[in-house]
Every structure is written in C-alpha cells, then in structure tokens.
C-alpha cells in the first residue's frame, strides 16, 4: 500500500482523538490522565462534545469491564487495532484491579509513524513507562515496545496476513478469549479492506469479539455535513458508502465470519444502556441545552459487536 492522501489524513485523526478526551477528561467526565501528553494543543470542546465523547469511553470502557468479567479466570487478551494515541491501556492498569491483576496481554497497532510517536512520547513520561515496564528496566526494541501484558507494534492492518505474521510473532495466543478494539478506524478505509480485517479476526480465533465504534447515516443532511467537514481536510470516510447503518453494520459482521452481530447507535446506547448513576452523575458537569443536536449528533454514530462467543448478549448492548 503505498502512503497516500487519504492515508495521510487518516493519522492526523490520531491527534483529534486526544483532543476530545483530554477536554473532557479535564472537566471530570472520566479519568484519563495521560491523553494531554500526546498532544501539545489543548482546546475546550463544546458541552455536546464532551458528552458525546464520555459516551463512547464509557461505553467502550464498560464492554472491556463485560468481556473481563465473562472470562473470570482465563488468561485473556485484547488488540486494538489503529489505536492512535489511545491510553485506554494506561488507565486500567492503573485504576481496574480486575484488569491489573489479570493474566492478559493488551496490544496496540498502528501505522508505523503513529506508533514510532507514541513510543517517543512514552519514553518522554516517566509515568507511562512505569504503567508499562512496572519494576523493569524501561526496553525499547526498533519501532516497538514489548513486555509481559502490554506490546505496541507497527502494521498496516489491512494488510491482514502480515497482520497476523506480525501478531504471532509477538506472541498473540489464538487459543485464548480475544477481543478486538476498532474505535473509529474501519470508517476510514474502503469495504473491502475493513470486510477482510473482520474476516481474519472472525478466522483467526475460536473465542472473539470485535467492538467497532463509528459513523453511520452520512446520508440525511446532518451526515452529509458531518462527512463534508472531514473531506474539507482530506479525510474521507471511504467505508460509510457500503456500510452506512445500523443492518449494513451487522451484515458486515455476520457476512465475514462472526456468528452473532448487534448493532446500537450512540443515543440508545447513552439513553438506554449506561450506568444510570454515572449518567446522572456527568449531566450534571456542564449547563446543556443542545437537546436536538445531541440527538442528531449521536444517532450518527454506533456501536457494533461482532461475536463469536456461544452468546453474544453477554459482552453488553
Ligand atoms: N482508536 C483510537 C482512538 O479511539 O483514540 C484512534 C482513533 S483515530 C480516529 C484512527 C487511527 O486509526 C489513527 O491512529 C490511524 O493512524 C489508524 N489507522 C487508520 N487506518 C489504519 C491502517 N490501515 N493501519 C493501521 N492504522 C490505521
């Protein structure tokens, strides 16, 4: 795949990511104290956004917690796949003991330049190395980290054999309970491509689930704007065109391997499927009055799980 436009574009949203998060984090919609070091610009974001984007960390944070607890005792193992500069790693082991204490590995893969920054910025932070190499020396092998439970590792990932080659070799054990992080990525690349990703996962492991976060409903003109502000910056979202809502979502999965899909978009899932408590908890953070952009807002984005677990229901949605 040679570096193109639209791939150049596709990194930069790395970057944007953080924003949102460290905007919100800051204002107290969740614990997350180490996306400010990936990026040197801060801005406020508008109440809108801080709420939209505690809704999909939480809602991410809180289908990890499910997975951990449907395996309570199994060695187990989560990949994020285009994981940018997340630092959902960073936040478990230092404040889920049920994560913490558990024999898992966590890997992370991106694009070789995302990953070469964010190993620059953990070699930089004292308090990241600490979270990753726990006692240990800090190690860094060429373009990679490597430990016991944590490995950060360049591929592209739509070139799904080397995908895997490169996985194996660090040591991703396709026995055990897996499951895959797409948070915003697969929108990015075309349908064939993300439809591939899905197969591989789907064939490479007996016990899996893929959790993919991402726009949907480009097309009614609320989505038509939401799309032309991306392309205003070179960053189309190839994939929206064949996968555009919610049933294409769960086509997508059961169509490529996965034996259950479900899909929920991001209204329901912040009106129907939170934590009650933390829901009226973060409502009350900033004054709010954009009650139909809100609805308009998240009902363009979705949550869909792929599963092959005996049943699906149980990871949550
Ligand atoms: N998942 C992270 C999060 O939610 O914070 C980052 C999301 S960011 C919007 C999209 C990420 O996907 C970027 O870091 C980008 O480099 C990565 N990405 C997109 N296409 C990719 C590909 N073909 N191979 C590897 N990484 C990719």
Redesign the pocket.
Known sequence: ?PKTIQ?EA?????G???FS?ISSAELGYFTDGY?KFFTKNKRKMMPLINRGTWT?VFS?RTLVNNFLSKFPTDKIQIV?????????FFYYQENVLEFNERDLHYFE???E??TAQKIDIIKQHSELEELIFKDAEPSYEEGMIQTERYTLL??????VDDLEDKLVQVGLDKTIPTLV??????C??NSE?SSQIIAKIAEMFADVAIVN?EMINPNDPFGTTMVENLEARGCQLLGLKDVPDESAQVARMVDNGFQNGYCENMLRIHNSKLDETERSRIERIEMFDEFEEWDLLQSHYCICVGSKFSDSSELGF
């Open positions: 795949f791939d596709t990194r930069k949203t790395a944007d990511a953080c998060k996306s999909r991410v994020s796949l285009g994981a940018g500069f997340d630092c959902n893969v991106d694009f330049d995302i360049s591929c592209d990932i739509r070139q992080l797409t948070e915003c990525v697969l990015y690349m491509d976060f």
